[in-house]
């Protein structure tokens, strides 16, 4: 029997920390998509964080395994699957699926994970408990999002769109359990190389479906930067810490939370309206979290005997 991952008081910071992050993003990507076109927006924020990962890395010693044990296959597919394909097919797919589909998709990252985890990372176990956590949690996304969840644009792609959808889910969950599995690894060898690959992809699909790239603005540009700096470059490493760390179904507590913080944010910089359902949803996502890790929280706050106690 396999102990669970030991979570520790960073690893809640961290996870809360990518949430505000991700949850961000669709501010500036949304400004970002102004001035340039959505693969070559992906292309240029993994590249830029590409850049920017590679050189602290490379200052750091270039380390990536850290025993005589290697994985080369399983990094470079994680790297694919982590940035390049996914970036790829939410660009593409939200051509034709609405947004609150979209975030519904990354949502379910969670459940997909759960089963993986059970079966593949050891201490994961998916007990009752955890379902019931985690199914809590995806209720209360979708009343955050609203009734236009579900709701169909009438394209005649929107299938394939929301398929693309559930397909970025599903990379995302498969690379976490990758990331978890690999042996004694530097983090930032890790998240350099994941960024490297993911580059590698994407760039030539850019070329072949949109063209050669065009100078965008310079507002562009530097929300592309900021792009890549923190959502991208800065969130993957986060990324990968926790999943070493805590393993892949803790990092799943990011995909509730980043619909909510972009609501709020929504609301507070972009005007939008609030809704009194933001309140009874963010309510479930916080009772989904306290149910599916109360084991961590229990850990978490227990007080340690004291050496004269």
Known sequence: MHAPPDIKPADWGMVATLGLVWGATFLFIELALAGTTPFWLAAGRISFACLLTCAVWLWRGGKVFLTQETAWGALIVSGVFNTAIPFMLLSWGQQTVTSSFAGVSMASVALIVLPLAHFLVPGERMTLRRVIGFGIGFVGVVLLLGGQVFES???????????????????????????????????????????????????????????????????????????????????????????????????????????MWSVILGVLFLGEPFKLALLYAMALILVGVFISQWGALNRLFRRPPTPNS
């Open 153 to 259: 644009t009438g394209d005649p792609m929107e299938p394939f769109g929301r398929a693309a959808c559930i397909g970025a889910a599903a990379c995302y969950a498969v690379t976490s359990i990758i990331v978890r599995r690999l042996p004694p690894t530097d983090s930032f060898g890790l998240a350099a190389l994941s960024l490297l690959f993911g580059a590698l992809v994407v760039v030539p699909p850019a070329v072949v479906v949109e063209g050669p790239p065009v100078m965008p603005p310079v507002e562009t540009l530097v929300i592309i930067a900021i792009l890549g700096l923190i959502p991208t470059a800065g969130a993957n490493l986060l990324r990968i810490l926790v999943i070493r760390s805590a393993g892949p179904v803790f990092l799943t507590l990011v995909n509730y939370q980043v619909p």
